[in-house]
């Protein structure tokens, strides 16, 4: 939701949709660049006032757009190393990430396209200049969209000054300045006032230390949790190529520009796995480096075949599985909830309307829906409710008093659900299912 958050919700807000109060605590900081959510503009804009396209038609092509971007990119990426395809292609978090719309992954994307628009410029081609100085603008639309993506960008330049490239180094630069310059009047446009978004980022969480409120970690807590949300071997494979690339070419450009990348978040406190998010883009191009390393093993080849099946076997799972609970119990709503004014009664740890004590008005603004908590006895439930435990479901299947109107995932699955297995965990599994009672 942190990309809802910070970029749809961004949009409502400029709408007069949602009051300053309902907004995250950045907006009052000024901390979110309205570059990023400027691209998300015109299609809210066209759809307000022309359109009326549903909120979720509208989600889709903005995600539609991310993926453009990264598909073009890895098109750019396999046409200079097509051994890398196989891997963009199997690598099971490569689609989720395709269409995310946040700030890591379009910084990600936007900076390896420069990367691989930087190494095919040579400095004698004819219009070299002003090839340069748009790779520059690329690499400074990533920072201005996710500030911590300039410790690459910043590996980048100290590779070519050690190639003692000046003049690349000035051209690329140039093109950075002019885009901070049209970030700075995006954040003008959408704040109505002229600050500078990266100080108030710095400002905020490090310097006043905000980001540490929302929880703190040790210096390895990246290991575990890669580990833990990859299945465990092939976020090891990852760490392990990571690891081995830095080893094996120490003054690679992918070396210079993923360390310090890596060692500035592993210095900061406050840690959540999708802050490394820009560096999968990079990642194929390890895994081959690595694979160099490894396959002169006799092992080598059953580790790959076993990597390839985990990744297959991950993606085929998540090509069945919504990546967020909460939008499509948004979805379902849309599609169910009565035009006049109605309650709806949940059994969420937190409020469905209210996550994050946060109301996700760019889904739920045309739902006239008060949400209260389901009353113990299941008798004096009605109208909609939305339940999360098995328990209930059977229960209300056995009554025939509520008709189910849809379950996150499907009923055969809601069945045959084994005991053993958790019914919740995180925000990544929820059982719910949504009925309606008289």
């Not at 453009?68 to 046409?79: D, M, Y």
């Not at 691989?116 to 400095?123: A, G, Y």
């Not at 630069?173 to 108030?200: I, K, P």
């Not at 740890?349 to 209260?372: C, H, K, M, N, Q």
Request: glycine fraction near 4%.
């Amino acid at each position: 939701m942190d990309e809802h958050f910070q970029v749809f919700e961004y949009i409502q807000w400029k709408f007069g949709a949602v009051p300053t109060a309902q907004m995250p605590w950045e907006l009052p900081a000024r901390m979110r660049p309205w570059l990023h959510i400027s691209l998300f503009y015109p299609l809210e804009w066209i759809s307000r006032h022309f359109l009326d396209l549903s909120p979720f038609t509208r989600a889709t092509v903005h995600r539609a757009c991310a993926a453009a971007l990264a598909l073009f990119t890895i098109r750019r990426l396999t046409l200079r190393d097509p051994k890398q395809l196989l891997l963009f292609a199997t690598l099971f978090f490569v689609p989720w990430l395709d269409v995310r719309t946040s700030a890591e992954m379009l910084g990600g994307w936007l900076l390896a396209l420069g990367f691989v628009l930087d190494d095919d410029t040579r400095t004698d081609a004819r219009d070299h200049r002003a090839r340069l100085i748009a790779i520059g603008f690329v690499f400074g639309a990533a920072v201005v969209i996710r500030l911590m993506v300039a410790a690459m960008v910043s590996g980048l330049l100290l590779f070519h000054a050690r190639q003692r490239d000046w003049q690349r180094i000035v051209l690329l630069g140039t093109g950075v300045v002019l885009a901070a310059a049209v970030g700075v009047l995006c954040d003008r446009w959408g704040y109505g006032e002229f600050t500078c978004v990266a100080w108030n980022y710095v400002h905020q969480n490090l310097v006043l230390g905000k980001a540490v409120h929302f929880g703190s970690a040790p210096f390895y807590a990246y290991v575990p949790m890669l580990l833990e949300a990859t299945g465990y071997l092939p976020g090891a494979v990852l760490l392990m190529a990571l690891l081995v690339h830095w080893a094996r070419r120490p003054l690679d450009k992918l070396t210079f520009m993923s360390a310090p990348f890596v060692l500035l978040h592993v210095c900061i406190s406050h840690k959540e796995l999708r802050f490394l998010f820009p560096l999968a883009p990079m990642m194929p191009a390890m895994l081959l480096s690595s694979w160099e390393l490894l396959a002169r093993f006799a092992w080598s080849s059953a580790l790959a075949r076993a990597y390839l099946g985990l990744n297959l076997a991950l993606a085929l799972i998540g090509a069945f599985h919504d990546a967020n609970l909460y939008v499509g119990l948004y979805a379902a709503l849309f599609e169910h909830a009565p035009p006049k004014r109605a309650l709806l009664y949940y059994e969420f740890r937190t409020d469905p309307l209210r996550p994050w004590t946060l109301r996700p008005t760019y889904y739920i603004e045309r739902l006239a829906l008060i949400s209260r908590r389901v009353p113990r006895r299941r008798k004096a439930w009605h109208g909609l409710v939305v339940v999360e435990k098995l328990a209930d479901y059977h229960a209300l299947q056995d009554e025939h008093r509520c008709a189910v109107l849809t379950t996150r995932y499907p009923a055969g699955v809601m069945n045959a659900w084994p005991q053993w297995l958790p019914e919740t965990h995180a925000p990544w599994l929820a059982l719910w299912s949504l009925w309606r009672c008289p």
